[in-house]
């Protein structure tokens, strides 16, 4: 009964900033490692972050411009998103990853995803 529903997606515009939320139910938050993916239009899906183990991995797109954090006691995960492009525009997911190779994520479970759109 895993279940993963995020919310705080919007548009906003280029330089802007926008804080993402993900509900976590069905399972502890800090028995797993979870994390973010995104899929923009007619692109494949792209890893973000993750965090586990009290360890955060974030992909050269947007390492220094974006947050993971959690909330265990509300089961809680965030992405704190800024300095916002065009380029960020998708749909974004929140994740579970059964397995972590090295700093890769499996993003194997997740939720249907909040749209984010930068306008330019």
């Known amino acids: 009964q895993v279940q993963l529903v995020e919310s705080g997606g919007g548009l906003v515009q280029t330089g802007g900033s926008l804080r993402l939320s993900c509900a976590a139910s069905?399972?502890?938050?800090?028995?797993?490692?979870v994390g973010w993916f995104r899929q923009g239009p007619g692109m494949a899906r792209e890893g973000l972050s993750c965090i586990v183990n009290n360890t955060t991995y974030y992909t050269d797109s947007v390492k220094g411009r974006f947050t993971i954090s959690t909330d265990s006691a509300q089961n809680l995960v965030y992405l704190q998103m800024g300095s916002l492009k065009p380029e960020d525009t998708a749909v974004y997911h929140c994740s579970i990853s059964s397995r972590v190779y090295g700093s890769i994520c499996l993003h194997d479970r997740w939720g249907q995803g909040t749209q984010v759109t930068v306008s330019s």
């Open positions: 069905g399972f502890t938050l800090d028995d797993y490692a």
